[in-house]
C-alpha cells in the first residue's frame, strides 16, 4: 500500500484525473507528437523541456529532471504532502477515501470540517475588519507602523486586531455558529467560557500551502505585564503545527500572481520575522510553528526550492535550534546555510535597526553548515589555553565526522590545525582511531567510471521497457541482472503486468518514488529502431557479463572454503558453465 492507499485505489484515482487536465490548469501545454510539452513550473526556463505523456499519465522534465505522475505533480506544485495531493484529487473526481467509504458519518465529518474551514475565514475578516476600523484600529495600526509595518504589509500578510474577550465570540455566534465549533478551532476554551483565545492582541492567521487559514497567532501590543508575548493556537482538526510552515502559501502565490520563482527561501524562528522581512522587500522567508523542524516540514521546503538558508535567533537558544534543525534539512536534500546574527539579535530586529540591507549583509556572510559548526566550536572554547585547545579539538573532530569528501575534509583540517596548533597528520590519526573510515582514492576514478557505465545501461534497459518499447522481450532479461535495487522493483512490476502495456503512472501506485526513475525517464536519446534494437541488446549483454563476472569471481573464492566433495563438485559445474556463458555474445546464450 502507497502510504496508506491501495494500488487499486490510486489507479482508478489516477483514471478519473487526466494527467494533461491536472497539469494543464497549472502550465500552458502544446502537443507535439503524441506528447505535451511547456515550460517546467518547478524550474526557471524559457524554451519548453516539461513533457507530459497523457498514454501512460506521467510528466518528466529534461531540464531539471522532476518527474512522476499525477498525484506527485499536485504535491508538488501546491506544496502539499503526500495525502493532501490524494484528497484534493479525490475530492475533484468525487471519490470517497477508502478509509472513509465504510464509514457511515464520512459525510457528516467532511460536511463539518468545511464548517470549520469557513468559521476560520469569517474570524480572520472579522479580525481583519477590526483592524482596517478607524477608530478600533487607531492603536494597534500605530504599533505595526513602529515596527516598520505598513499597510501593504499588513494587507499581504491578512493581519488582524482582537478589540476584547467576548465580541469575536459573540460575532460568530451571530452568524449561526456553534459555540462547539468555535471550541473545535481553538477559538475558545470551552463552550462554558466563550471567551476570545486571542483577546487583545494583534492577529496573525495562519494558513496551509492551499492559502486555507487553519489557525491564529496573538501579540501584544500595549505593553502588558505578567502575560505572555505570544500566543498561538493549540494542534486542532484543522492545525498541525508539525506539519505547518508559516509563509508557504504566501511563495506560492507569488509564483502564480508574479511569476516569482525564488531560488532559495530564508527559514526564521517565527511569523513576526517573516513579516518583518517581508516588509522590507524581502518575501521569500518561511518559520516553523516551533523552533524543532520535522521531516515533514523539510520535505516541504524541498518541494519549493533547493536551497535554504537558516536565520534563527543569535542566541544560545537560537543557536542550538540551528545546529538540530539543519539535519533534517540536510537529510531532505536540501543545500544549506546558515546566517549568523549579531548577539542576541533577531532577524526582526535585524531589519528594523538596519533595514533590508543589514540583513541582506549577513545573508551574503552565511556559512555552509560544516564551516558554521567549526565556527560554533571556535566560539566556545579558549583557544589561548590548552585545554581549551584540546577540548575545541575534540568538539571540531566530532563535526568533521560528518564530511565524507577528502577533499573538503583536508581543507578543514588545515583551519582546524592552524587554531589548535595540532598537525594534520595527528588529527587524521585521531579522526581515525574514532572510527571513522578514511577513503582511499586509489582507481577510484576507474572504479566509478565502470559502475557508471554499468549503471546507465541498466537505465537505458528500465528506460525502453517503461516506453513499451517493442525491442523488450522481458523473458530475455534476468532481474539480478539489473544494477539498482528499484530497477528490480520496476522489473518486478513490468512482470505482473502479464503481458499489458506499462503506465509510468498507474506503476507509481505499485512502486515507491525515488530519484532514480526521475534518472531513468531523464534518457530520451534519438535513435532509429534498428540503432535502439542493437543498443539495447549491447547493454543487455554488458549487464549480463558484469553479473556472471561477479558470480564466477564469488565462486572460485567460495570454492577454496568448501569442505563438501558435492559442494565443490556442483560448484565446479556452475563454473564451467558461467565461463561458457561469459565467452558467448547473445543473450539467449547468456539465460
Not at 555474445?585 to 547468456?590: P, R, V
Request: negative net charge.
Amino acid at each position: 500500500m502507497a502510504q496508506g492507499f491501495t494500488p487499486e485505489f490510486l489507479e482508478e484515482l489516477k483514471f478519473k484525473n487526466d494527467i494533461v487536465e491536472v497539469v494543464s490548469t497549472y502550465v500552458p501545454l502544446t502537443k507535439k507528437g503524441g506528447r505535451y510539452f511547456g515550460c517546467c513550473p518547478f524550474h526557471n526556463e524559457k524554451t519548453a523541456s516539461f513533457c507530459v505523456n497523457q498514454q501512460s499519465a506521467y510528466y518528466h522534465c529534461f531540464g531539471c529532471g522532476a518527474s512522476g505522475d499525477v498525484v506527485k505533480f499536485v504535491q508538488e506544485i501546491e506544496s502539499v504532502s503526500f495525502f493532501d495531493a490524494v484528497k484534493i484529487l479525490a475530492d475533484k473526481a468525487n471519490m470517497p477515501l477508502p478509509e472513509f467509504k465504510m464509514d457511515p458519518h464520512y459525510q457528516e465529518k467532511k460536511d463539518h470540517k468545511e464548517v470549520l474551514k469557513q468559521l476560520m475565514r469569517d474570524a480572520a475578516r472579522y479580525y481583519r475588519n477590526n483592524l482596517l476600523d478607524e477608530k478600533k484600529g487607531k492603536e494597534a495600526r500605530e504599533y505595526l507602523a513602529s515596527r516598520g509595518i505598513n499597510d501593504e504589509t499588513s494587507k499581504r500578510y491578512g493581519l488582524g486586531l482582537s478589540i476584547d474577550f467576548d465580541s469575536m465570540p459573540a460575532y460568530l455566534r451571530r452568524k449561526g455558529y456553534k459555540l462547539q465549533d468555535l471550541v473545535d478551532c481553538g477559538l475558545i476554551a470551552s463552550a462554558t467560557n466563550p471567551r476570545d483565545a486571542f483577546g487583545n492582541r494583534v492577529i496573525v492567521p495562519i494558513m496551509n500551502g492551499m492559502s486555507e487559514v487553519v489557525a491564529f497567532g496573538g501579540r501584544i501590543f500595549h505593553g502588558e505585564q505578567d502575560v505572555a508575548k505570544y500566543k498561538n493556537s493549540t494542534n486542532t482538526q484543522l492545525f498541525d503545527k508539525s506539519r505547518t510552515l508559516y509563509g508557504v502559501n504566501f511563495i506560492k502565490r507569488d509564483k502564480k500572481e508574479n511569476g516569482a520563482a525564488y531560488k532559495e527561501l530564508i527559514l526564521v524562528e517565527g511569523y513576526m520575522d517573516v513579516i518583518s522581512l517581508g516588509a522590507v522587500g524581502i518575501k521569500n522567508a518561511v518559520a516553523g510553528m516551533g523552533t524543532a523542524l520535522t521531516d515533514g516540514q523539510a520535505r516541504e521546503l524541498k518541494r519549493l526550492v533547493d536551497d535554504v538558508y537558516v536565520s534563527y535567533d543569535g542566541d544560545n537558544a537560537g543557536r542550538h535550534a540551528t545546529v538540530k534543525n539543519v539535519e533534517p534539512l540536510s537529510a531532505a536534500g536540501l543545500n544549506v546555510k546558515v546566517i549568523s546574527l549579531d548577539d542576541g539579535k533577531d532577524p526582526d530586529e535585524t531589519v528594523r535597526e538596519g533595514g533590508a540591507d543589514a540583513y541582506l549583509a549577513k545573508m551574503k556572510e552565511a556559512l555552509p553548515v560544516i564551516e558554521y559548526k567549526l565556527s560554533l566550536c571556535e566560539k566556545a572554547y579558549d583557544l589561548g589555553s590548552v585545554d581549551g585547545r584540546a577540548k575545541y579539538v575534540s568538539a571540531a573532530l566530532r563535526v568533521l565526522k560528518e564530511v565524507d569528501n577528502r577533499a573538503v575534509r583536508e581543507v578543514y583540517f588545515e583551519r582546524v590545525s592552524s587554531l589548535s596548533r595540532v598537525s594534520i597528520s595527528t588529527l587524521e590519526d585521531m579522526l581515525s582511531t574514532t572510527g571513522f573510515k578514511i577513503k582511499d582514492d586509489k582507481n577510484e576514478a576507474e572504479v566509478e567510471k565502470k559502475e557508471d557505465t554499468i549503471l546507465l545501461s541498466s537505465r537505458y534497459v528500465m528506460n525502453r521497457i517503461m516506453d513499451n518499447s517493442p525491442c523488450v522481450n522481458l523473458a530475455e532479461i534476468k532481474r539480478e541482472w539489473l544494477a539498482h535495487p528499484k530497477h528490480q522493483e520496476i522489473f518486478d512490476y513490468a512482470l505482473s503486468l502479464g503481458g499489458e502495456k506499462f503506465s509510468v503512472g498507474q506503476m507509481y501506485a505499485h512502486v515507491e518514488d525515488d530519484q532514480e526513475i526521475n534518472k531513468i525517464l531523464d534518457l530520451d536519446w534519438k535513435l532509429n529502431n534498428k540503432q535502439e534494437a542493437d543498443y539495447f541488446a549491447d547493454c543487455l549483454v554488458l549487464l549480463a557479463n558484469e553479473y556472471i563476472s561477479g558470480r564466477l569471481e564469488y565462486l572460485k573464492t567460495a570454492y577454496n572454503t568448501m569442505s563438501d566433495q558435492d559442494e565443490k563438485r556442483a560448484a565446479v559445474r556452475e563454473i564451467t558453465s558461467l565461463q561458457k556463458k561469459l565467452k558467448s555474445k547473445t543473450i539467449s546464450e547468456k539465460l
